[in-house]
């Protein structure tokens, strides 16, 4: 097997860089090659590696650089990952839609994505809409790591069932339609709570009147983690895991990753029936899938009533995240890039 140095350009330290980039090339280290992951690109490294994976280049700084390296006449392998529709950003999510709706930076990404050797997304229905620009993609799926599944679940000092949810405030919007049905769930089961990580309260009152109708006994808040093993071991507080997700073109090319963090902590999820959830949760074995709002008040209830069915639905869950491991999955990134190094090189 040939090794090979490599180096990802993150284009964040948050979960993206994580998923995309800094758990992929931990991977492929621990398979024997020398890798390197950081958002600024050293000198020493562009005119030593082999390969260049570059995620979501779209400032204008990096562009030019990308660029700049695409006419090179010694030029690495470059790669480019992608992992969001960026082109079908919701304008209710008005801070990245502000970004990415710029007619700059939707040419930026157009360039830099059709300059490179190679793109690495998420899902097919993303390699779709990406190979108009790029006919040489590859769809790598989100992975979590082995060690996330042999986390002990944090001690407990309130016996509700809580009803989990993780994002940012920029899917803040994946409640519009059933964030009602939320509320009038909680107002009528005090043996249950809603816990969220990510989101704030007030971003939550400022854009839904529902819910101002949460008691704050019934609703604790966590900030968002720099540190994404204190998440992951957050994400054990959960009993249910809930993944609302509104049947927008956006979400269509979203990933699993949010069902499959559930299922790694062994917590059976409530997901949408929309976009990359069909594809991973398996309907009755380990979580739910729903179409309608309605439907969301009944599923929870039934799942905050019978401990016996979360606990067996979780175990599933674990089972078919042991599959979905970086560890296991570490050959799709692996052969993706190898075999386009090699094939770059009997060409030249």
Request: charged share 25%.
């Amino acid at each position: 097997m040939l090794d090979v140095k490599i180096f990802g350009w993150a284009a964040d330290n948050m979960g993206c860089g994580w998923y995309r980039v800094r758990m992929p090339l931990n991977e492929l280290a621990r398979r024997g090659h020398e890798t390197m992951a950081n958002t600024i690109m050293p000198d020493e490294w562009l005119d030593t590696c082999d390969v260049l994976l570059g995620q979501r280049i779209c400032e204008p700084g990096p562009s030019t650089a990308w660029q700049r390296i695409a006419v090179h006449p010694k030029r690495p392998l470059m790669v480019f990952d992608i992992d969001d529709d960026l082109w079908e950003v919701d304008p209710r999510s008005p801070v990245s839609y502000a970004w990415f709706s710029r007619p700059d930076v939707q040419e930026r990404l157009r360039r830099n994505i059709t300059v490179a050797d190679l793109v690495t997304v998420t899902t097919e229905t993303l390699a779709d809409k990406v190979r108009a620009l790029n006919p040489n993609v590859v769809v790598i799926p989100n992975f979590v790591p082995q060690a996330m599944l042999d986390l002990e679940a944090p001690e407990r000092t309130d016996q509700r069932v809580v009803i989990g949810w993780a994002g940012s405030d920029t899917h803040v919007m994946d409640f519009e339609e059933i964030g009602p049905q939320f509320a009038r769930f909680l107002e009528r089961n005090s043996a249950a709570m809603l816990h969220t990580i990510g989101g704030s309260r007030q971003a939550f009152q400022e854009r839904f009147s529902w819910a101002k109708r949460v008691d704050r006994d019934q609703w604790t808040v966590e900030d968002w983690f720099d540190d994404l093993w204190e998440y992951y071991r957050a994400l054990g507080r959960f009993d249910i895991a809930t993944a609302p997700l509104t049947p927008h073109v956006f979400n269509r090319s979203k990933s699993w990753i949010k069902a499959l963090e559930a299922a790694a902590r062994g917590v059976p999820i409530v997901a949408s029936d929309v976009g990359p959830y069909p594809d991973f949760v398996v309907h009755g074995e380990t979580g739910f899938l729903l179409r309608a709002p309605h439907e969301w008040p009944t599923v929870l209830r039934d799942l905050v009533l019978d401990a016996g069915m979360r606990a067996e639905m979780g175990a599933a869950a674990r089972d078919l995240a042991t599959r979905n491991t970086i560890e296991g999955n570490g050959h799709l990134w692996e052969q993706a890039l190898l075999s386009q190094l090699t094939g770059s090189r009997a060409a030249s």
